[in-house]
């Protein structure tokens, strides 16, 4: 019935789901700066520091992505 349409929408969310974690994993997991809230992204072994202002403190920051996989 509407499965075109379905398959379509469903395997471009897949693709781009796929998409998103290839660049996560390449560049590594996205902090937030507890000071300026400047977006920080840093691989496992880089010191915790914000790039921006040198803040030492950074919150991990959780993708709406991961929602949308537990709501299916
Ligand atoms: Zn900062």
Same mark, same amino acid.
């Given at each position: 019935m509407n499965s075109g349409a &379905? *398959? *379509? &929408?469903? /395997? !471009? %969310? %897949? !693709?781009a789901m796929k998409q998103q974690v290839a660049s996560s994993l390449a560049s590594g997991i996205t902090y937030e700066c507890g000071d300026c809230a400047a977006k920080v992204q840093l691989r496992p072994r880089d010191p915790? @520091?914000?790039q921006s202002c040198g803040y030492r403190i950074l919150y991990?920051? +959780?993708t /709406? +992505? @991961?929602q949308q996989y537990e709501a299916r």
């Open positions: &379905g *398959a *379509a &929408g469903s /395997a !471009e %969310q %897949q !693709e915790i @520091l914000c991990k920051v +959780r /709406a +992505r @991961l």
